[in-house]
């Protein structure tokens, strides 16, 4: 092949992949011909064959542009294939497809495991945001090193005190979203091979973070008030050893309840006892329906074995990616690996966080959140009672905006998964909540956004979808 | 203790960690009744304790306020501690000293890792940022879901077309810098327990990476001019199982070379052959001083083996921590591992970033450093031979903005370390480029900042304290 062809074969390659889009001006003959260290003649040359092909065209005084071609980028926009066979379900796969559709196609967004992003406080923070850039000619990577901005650690620890919670600002670790900050806790006190006690159902990303690290989880029933079952936990460490616990005592994704306190002391105390540590998840725990904050684990822990973990992305804005861990003893360790896992954490959304907190703001935004949550969790349970079958039981969150929904044992979550899918609805399977296929016939619903006509719609095809599987079941021999 | 006793404490205690400032307002005496869960005469008989122990006044009308208490806040300013013995080197804790001595002391950055800020378009990018804030009234997670903004991953890809690299758009996933790149990557490509060969000398993040997943590193010799050495590099994968090889073929930091078009070709051959997965870490990509953007190991790349890292950091800004990776046939696990690791990369940046990209100024702004670096580049080297002693050498930097300096033998790089840092100067000791003690007597000087009077001066200096350790040492026995 002459030299000029396959550079015109490259350049419609780049094309066709959407790399320059259709009425785009593409390097000029000289520019193209230092670019690739071959002869003006030679790009000539090739432009000339796009021009033939109908991939280029020139414009008088202006230079070489992409036409507008129609193929070009559409390739782009496939809806996105959904994973199928429920006996092993990808679930990081399951997760993305359905935030994929979600976005693509619109889709009635049950299965989203975010919060509706239309109450959040965006423009306030961005205004803080632009009033940084104004302040700063320039930023130096050298002032967000880990542990992170001082004056939103300050913050943070001010209103962990400010509600009975006695925080040591220096324990605090600022990372990308408490996803990261769950990730480098588990690195910090357990290693492959290891075994970490979990809650059962409990939120996947738990199981993928201990999964991902070659550690092995073993799954502890939890009960839809109470939380973790702390006997059955007291077995299992009596059994083997147990390198660290995961739990979520508040509004736990996705049974949506509160630990008691003397709970959560029992916990910590039976833990503390074997000097196991103990991540906790606490990424709900300004979306309490109750009058007061609850407490945290970190309340109750005298030895510093407890990691806690939480964010702004569910109560401000989750495209910040602001998180934080206060990991007790194990707090070097956490802000090492922070360092070593993403160097630092972007520095002007932590310090727009800070400006919104530092103003009055916050609480009456939390405030108007929390009413709507409360509001929407009744709606969505009373929904969920008149339009789906009997033998359907309903959780009753004390926080957050998840319901966990158990339809009648026939009816396999992924079924309803794919059929609701068919109909532009998603839904969380529970097979995103387990390892084993405890929960085949639950699933969870987002109820944070607000009720419509179409969402009240969804939820009544949603009811009869559940009725069409089983009904077709019970026919089954 | 009685109750207001404790309370007081506790708020004492606060006040002291910095969690509330000097001259903040606390909690009214009804807020913090509710807040703490006690009675509001306890709360008063608290904040009477406080402001008899000075730590609280009374502002008429307004409330109770923090004193501006000297001590309040004191304790954060102390200076860095540093890690210290030459046989145990934690490199980490290393840097991080390093960094926090430039920040809290001013000193001299020859020590650091990053680019001077400085010549950055920060507040070009800024502007964009502030632009999409205006546009969007909120801003939906799902929208950023991995592999990341359509648009800046399309704005990468041209970049890399347009320098004779052919990319798929569809192969790039955006991370939190490249540093997330790497360990993803790595992680995509090897399990704890595989060994992972690396040039050495070797920039230190790339150990970490390894050490951190439980891998062990096999450490390649690495030619000044030429690369690695690929003859020891195949010995040692005929003798057993190398998971994976991790390279910096373009302007290594340390030692600032380009490695040859012949021998990047070689490289990924030989690897190939073996079917072994190469990463390849190419921030410093838009950095040269030749005449053209160097190759890849993309450009040789036949069998998608190559993982290619790069991002923002080096040639635009740090701060907004936007890297990625084309991991060939490792996409599909990238990008799932990216969603598990840190969920999403920040969105305004991503866009922000990509709208700078879309108009003239990178380019422009790109040749400037570029001419920067390399006349600083010469300076650097040019000053450490008139004030270092004879038997010092330099490398010879074809891009980046590091020097790699050889010492006397005598001359231990900590000990110069601790010695340059008391006279407010840092150095990044050859401790931090091999887990072998191979480079105990090399420094490796950062160039990128201007060249000043008192730069001159610390070189002075640090050639001195070279003089008098190798004397030193000379009287020894």
Known sequence: MKLYEKLAD??????????????????????????HGVSIKTVLHAYAILESRGILETRPQSGYFVRATPQAGAARNQPARVVATASEVDVSRLVLSTLRSIRAHDAVPFGSPYPDPGPFPWRRINQYANAIARRHSSWNLIDDLPPGNPEL???????????????DPDEIVITVGATEAINLSLQAVAKPGDTVAVESPTYYAMLHAIERLGMRAIEVPTHPADGIDIEALSQIIARGKIAACMVMPNFQ???????????????VDVLSAHEIPVIENDVYHEL???????????????KGLVLHCASFSKSL????????????RYRAQVEKLKFLNTL??????????????????????????????????????AMVERFFPPGTRTSAPQGGYVLWVELPERVDSMRLYRAALDCGITVGPGYMFSTRNAFSHFIRLNYSYPWTAQSEAALQRLGSLVRDIEAREGERP
Chains 1, 2 share one sequence.
């Open 288 to 302: 309490y329906y109750g009058e007061a904050r609850p407490s945290t684990l970190k309340n109750f822990d005298t």
């Open 10 to 35: 490259e350049i419609e390659e780049a094309v066709r992949r959407g790399v320059f889009a259709p009425g785009e001006k593409v390097a000029s003959v000289r520019q193209a011909s230092r670019q």
């Open 317 to 328: 804005s989750a495209s910040y990616r602001i998180g934080w861990a206060m990991p007790g």
């Open 153 to 167: 650690i300050r913050q943070i620890a001010r209103r962990y005190a400010e509600n009975g919670v006695p925080v």
């Open 344 to 381: 630092t954490t972007p520095s002007v959304p932590q310090v727009a966080i800070a400006d919104y907190l530092r103003q009055d703001g916050y609480d009456r935004h939390l405030r108007r959140v929390r009413r709507l949550y409360r509001q929407q969790s009744r709606i969505m349970s």
């Open 253 to 267: 994704n996705p049974l949506g309840f509160q630990m008691p306190d003397a709970r959560k002391r029992q916990l």
